[in-house]
Structure formats: structure tokens, C-alpha cells
């Protein structure tokens, strides 16, 4: 079943699968770097109102699926 969402005068669903990778592909995103990156992710959700429905962190990219609000463009 869908989840739509709503504002003022419309009903919504946007969904984005953004994946992020280091230059080069190269294999950083590990230890306390992955910890950190995640963390940062979460508190600019947070900010922007965006909602994190999943994350996957690997070694060289990470996978996001978000719900972004249509006031913001993407």
C-alpha cells in the first residue's frame, strides 16, 4: 500500500535512490570514517526534512533511499 504524504494543496510521493562514491571509486568509507559519514547523513535528513528510509554504507559507495519533499528540487 502507498504511503502518500501530504502538504497544503497536494499529495506526494517522491521517492530517490542516490548512491554517493569516493573519486576514483577508491575503498575509504570504513571504521570510524563510515561511523562519521553516517551520522552527517542523518543530521542533514534531519535538517532539510528529508526522510531516510534506508542506508547501506560499503567500503567504496554508499546507497540511500530518500524521501525528499517536492518544494525541494533535486
Same mark, same amino acid.
Given at each position: ?5 501530504? %502538504?497544503?494543496? &497536494?499529495?506526494?510521493?517522491?521517492? !530517490?535512490? &542516490?548512491?554517493?562514491?569516493?573519486? !576514483?571509486?577508491?575503498?575509504? %568509507? !570504513? @571504521?570510524?570514517?563510515?561511523?562519521? &559519514? @553516517? ?10 526534512? &528529508? ?20 518544494? !525541494?528540487?533535486?
Amino acid at each position: 500500500m502507498r504511503e502518500w504524504q501530504s %502538504l497544503a494543496h &497536494v499529495k506526494w510521493e517522491c521517492k !530517490y535512490h &542516490v548512491v554517493i562514491v569516493p573519486k !576514483y571509486r577508491k575503498k575509504v %568509507l !570504513y @571504521g570510524r570514517l563510515r561511523g562519521e &559519514v @553516517g551520522k552527517i547523513i542523518r543530521q542533514l535528513c534531519r535538517q532539510k526534512e &528529508v526522510e531516510l528510509i534506508e542506508g547501506h554504507a560499503m567500503p567504496d559507495h554508499i546507497h540511500l533511499v530518500l524521501s525528499i519533499p517536492p518544494k !525541494y528540487s533535486v
